[in-house]
């Protein structure tokens, strides 16, 4: 009868728990995981801030596990995941492989990027985020402000984000001024730290008779700025700079054009609300102009009237009058290169 | 395809194949020093990383390159000594030492640059360079090779150096020995430990000169994991010269040599997948090593540890 009366009680006990989990849940803290250390001004303090922001606001904490580098995070996900991080956000296309095994393994939801075809309900989401409508308008004022009407693209890789990104400022360029020259150069398959790499293929870029930079690189594209700073475009003038994601106007010489800066705080609430919601898992994330969580960045360089001439780009964009649809696939990017003008609208 | 055919773009990409090689060619001339003694080093990537942290801070604080390239070598030489203590003293494993060494100096640099210098991110002038008279006024050829800093002739120059201790010299014959016959050289009362530990030692400076020359002259800057492998090529490198420091310095051009080339054909606006471009580097040194390097040999005592009496 006392056996009879426990597992009566466990069965109680077990499908509660269940019908809870079936609901959603109630998280205390999240975690984020970086390649690099968060003061990049980019990609990885955007996201440790944006983690750092989004918990506050839910009334929870976030844990920085910061620096991994690009090898194997197993342990460092684990090892959240016992620490009790109700989410652990995986922030580097080099996590997606690891960072799934681990979900199933602890059943702990996890965030990747990247991999918008990988989403397990409950488990595992995207957030393939594309700055491409900033990337368009970075565009559109490098083309009104190249001097020599040519243009370079510096990446470190090639993930889908920065792609969107390369495509985007290629059609935001041919579409202000089909005559500038467009050069895409990537410093290598995953250079994402590689300086010297970065300085080296920026001042060829340079060399061919590019005037603006438009550079993707994390780490590396402190070597992309130091190439702008110490080599003179083929007038002898200066040469400029447009960065993406973060803001590096502290640690810039005056060689800083812009950037496309990134909010990625909304992207993390929304998944601490779809844990809750129990819908995590099951949508794709996005940024873009309307609510400024991508943004151009005024800096001084910039004269007043491209400003505004750009920031009515930007309201036509926002209403739909120009439309930017994100291409992905390095492939067509390389494409676009050479010739964008048929896929801006 | 106008871009390329500029001066000043086939310059600055020779130029560029010159600055990436350099950093490789001293990582390999270093490695294939201590392979020749009998010690594999795996741990060159951490002692790289450490003469880029150190040569960086050494020329940022002393405003002298050469202050830095100092410091850069003496921080491979601290972390080879670790090297040495452990593999070569103590005889622990070469390889399980190597990693070890490699990942704690890129934490333990990645931290120190976190508090030193992640706010700031400073950045170095361009390094002066020296032009060689007349060589460096020949069209495309002289900005390109002979307008380097003092530091990347002195690189070149070390080649025939090593070549000469190689092939000239006693202790190039006892190096040869700790590598194939460490017993022997202990027979001929030559101490195999003490050669052992000098040849890494030496590894250690050389990479450390590799790794300041790749943070001040290549980038101007220093960041957490800034090598990005340059000290496992240099591994590569040596493994495949196989002791003829000529076909090192081959080697790390060619690799230097395709790094450009990649990048030439990006902007030629060559529409093929850059993963296939970025190939070309490592085929191209494979495929040179492999077709003219094969008569020479790795020593038959490498990377095992020397203990004296043992079987």
Known sequence: MRNTFVTAASAVVLSLALHAS???????????????????????????????????????TCEVAQGLGYGDVRPALRELSEDGAGLMIAHASGYNT????????????????????GLQKGLVADYTLSGHEGAYLAGRLAAKMSRSKHVGIVVSGEPPSWNAQSAGFAQGVKAENGDVKITYAVIGPAAYSDAAGGRRVTESVIAAGADIIFGQGNGSSFGMLQAVETTKAADGGKVYFIDVIGDKTPVSKGFLL????????????????????????TKHYAIGLTDDSVKLLKTDQIPDD???????????????????????????????????????? | MDGLLSTSFLAALLFGAVTAAIPLLLAGLGEQMSEKAGVLNIGIEGMMIAGAYL??????????????????????????????????RIGLNQIVIGIALTLGLEGLTALLHHFQFSRSYPRLPAAAVTPIPLLSDIPVLGPALFRHHLIVYLAVAAVWVMIWVYRRTQLGLNLQAAGDKPAALDVAGIDVVRTRTAAVLFTGAMAGLGGAYLANVGAGLFI???????????????????????????GALIFGGCL????????????????????????????????????????????????????
């Open chain 1, 22 to 60: 079936a609901l959603g849940a109630e998280i205390s803290s999240i975690a984020i995981l970086t390649p690099e250390e968060g003061t990049d001004y980019g990609w990885n303090q955007q996201g440790i801030d944006a983690c750092k922001a989004a918990a506050e606001a839910a009334g929870i």
């Open chain 1, 98 to 117: 690891a960072a799934p095994e681990i979900a199933s393994e602890t059943k702990t939801p996890v965030a990747i990027v990247d991999t918008p075809q």
């Open chain 1, 258 to 281: 812009s950037s496309v800066v990134w909010n990625i705080t909304p992207i993390y609430a929304a998944m601490i609300k779809d844990i809750k919601d129990d819908t995590f898992g």
């Open chain 1, 306 to 345: 491209v400003w505004g001439a750009v920031q009515k780009i930007r309201d036509q964009m926002i209403s739909g009058e120009i439309k930017i649809e994100p291409v992905f696939e390095a492939t067509a990017v390389r494409g676009l290169m050479t010739d964008v003008s048929a896929a801006a609208q």
């Open chain 2, 55 to 88: 040569g960086f801070v050494g020329a940022y604080y002393s405003e002298s390159f050469w202050l830095g390239f100092l410091a850069g070598a003496a921080g491979g030489v601290a972390v080879a000594a670790l090297m040495a203590l452990l593999c070569v």
């Open chain 2, 224 to 250: 957490p994991f800034i090598t990005n492998g340059a000290g496992f090529l240099g591994i590569v490198l040596a493994m495949l010269a196989r002791g003829r420091p000529l076909w090192v310095l081959a």
């Open chain 2, 260 to 311: 450009s080339v990649t990048t030439a054909a990006q902007v030629a606006g060559v529409n093929i997948p850059t993963d296939l471009i970025q190939m070309l580097p490592f085929l191209a040194v494979m495929a040179m090593l492999v077709l003219f390097g094969r008569r020479a040999s790795l020593p038959a005592a490498l990377g095992i540890p020397y203990e004296r009496g043992a079987r």
